[in-house]
């Protein structure tokens, strides 16, 4: 009886491996900030960004008005990205 109450447990965790999500991946992503005017927009910008689950890292460079943004993508899309930006009153848009 045992033997068979471990091959039940065997599959069923053969089973859930199987139908398990694949892994989530680090992304890195540069965003445009056009309206990154002043020197308080880049500690304004990377604290909205800082919020969004799943960004582990906003690097701002003012001069070129962009942000690197590199985030879990199984907890944060482009475009919640882009979202925490113009809710923080700076437009952005994904850089190509």
Do not use: W
């Not at 309206?35 to 799943?54: D, E, F, H, Q, R």
Request: aromatic share 4%.
């Amino acid at each position: 009886m045992n033997h068979r109450l471990v091959s039940l447990v065997a599959a069923a965790a053969a089973t859930i491996a199987m139908t398990s999500p694949a892994q989530a991946a680090t992304h890195t992503v540069t965003l445009a900030v056009p309206a990154m005017n002043c020197p308080v927009c880049p500690i304004t910008g990377k604290k909205s960004l800082s919020k969004v689950p799943g960004v582990t890292d906003a690097k701002v460079d003012f001069g070129k008005r962009e942000v690197v943004v590199t985030f879990d993508d199984a907890k944060a899309t482009v475009e919640q990205l882009t979202q925490a930006t113009g809710n923080a009153g700076y437009p952005s848009s994904v850089e190509r």
